[in-house]
């Protein structure tokens, strides 16, 4: 992903994403995470970033062990497989995955 542009995204009510991608047209908002548990608040921002920026998916970067999809676009993509360069967050394989 030559040309890739990386920023965040934050508003006036403090929702935030850590991570936007954006490679020409396309953008993927990734929300970063410490530990396994994904609650409904912690997708709070990312929804908020997916509806004001138009977007049908975002991620949240967790240290579980796989793919989950969290409904709305939303999917959990683990720590481990996107470090050792098996798994990309921009890859269509992140989504048929989970």
Not at 17 to 25: C, N, T
Not at 66 to 93: N, V
């Amino acid at each position: 992903m030559t040309g890739a542009r990386f920023t965040f995204y934050r508003t006036q009510a403090d929702a935030e994403v850590d991570l936007l991608v954006q490679s020409g047209r396309r953008i993927w908002p990734i929300k970063i995470k410490l530990g396994i548990d994904v609650r409904h608040y912690d997708t709070v921002g990312l929804r908020h970033c997916m509806e004001d920026l138009k977007l049908e998916r975002g991620f949240i970067v967790t240290r579980g062990e796989s793919i989950r999809t969290l409904g709305h676009g939303i999917y959990t993509l683990p720590w481990e497989q996107i470090a050792a360069g098996k798994l990309y967050p921009w890859s269509d394989r992140a989504v048929e995955a989970g």
